[in-house]
């Protein structure tokens, strides 16, 4: 069965710490994982998609890998409007696209 | 680019009506959009696929007499909620896929939070 796991399921950082959020996924071949950020009472934003094993992409203070089994999001230097819930998502291959949903890290960065 | 709107943003309806939410693909054609469910606190619950021109495919538990999908044009998706009860308030998302440049990455709208009284 396809899954998607996220660690921590909260995350507390102080403006500047850096840190990094999981996410470790099964899937009967992958086309794609994906990362979206959102906020409370909106949709998720598109932040990334990573193809295959060893791909990077970065955005500001974000920065997204992947490997076989987990793919990391990761924070550098986070300011307090970074507060957000981070989503993760794998899309099967051969599917019509459906995402299979984490259940998300709810990162706050205090002041 | 690949801007998804929904209307309403907020819908507040009485128990036994139906409601009808709107899903636009703005600066892209979409061939097949996706609906979502979300519970507070919790990750968004796919309900169904809708292809235009042809009929939704429904995920397992979801009542397709209930929730009615219709994909009339390669930029709307409609979801009709027939006669909601209250359990049916919650928020629902919409997403389409922009396969201009051959990928599948799915851009979300903003969502309807609809509240049945």
């Known amino acids: 069965e396809d899954q998607v796991t996220q660690s921590p399921e909260a995350l507390r950082l102080q403006e500047g710490e850096s840190s990094s959020l999981n996410c470790s996924y099964t899937v009967s071949g992958l086309r794609g994982l994906f990362w979206y950020r959102q906020d409370p009472g909106k949709g998720p934003e598109f932040l990334f998609t990573l193809y295959s094993a060893g791909e990077e992409k970065e955005k500001e203070r974000l920065k997204a890998t992947l490997t076989k089994k987990e793919s990391f999001l990761h924070i550098t230097a986070p300011k307090p409007e970074d507060s957000a819930t981070y989503l993760c998502a794998v899309q099967a291959r051969g599917s019509q696209g459906n995402l299979i949903f984490g259940k998300g890290t709810k990162l706050s960065v205090k002041p | 680019g690949a801007v998804v709107s929904q209307h309403p943003s907020r819908v507040i309806c009485k128990s036994g009506t139906s409601v009808k939410i709107e899903c636009r693909s703005l600066d892209f054609q979409a061939t097949t959009m996706f609906w979502y469910r979300q519970f507070p606190k919790k990750s968004l619950m796919l309900m169904a696929t809708s292809n235009e021109g042809s009929k939704a495919t429904y995920e397992q538990g979801v009542e397709k007499d209930k929730f009615l999908i219709n994909h009339a044009s390669l930029t709307l998706s409609t979801l009709t909620v027939t006669s909601a009860h209250p359990e049916d308030s919650s928020f629902y998302i919409c997403?389409?896929?922009?396969?201009?440049?051959?990928?599948?990455?799915?851009?979300f709208g903003p969502g309807t939070r609809l509240t049945v009284t």
């Open positions: 997403s389409a896929i922009d396969r201009a440049w051959g990928t599948y990455e799915q851009y």
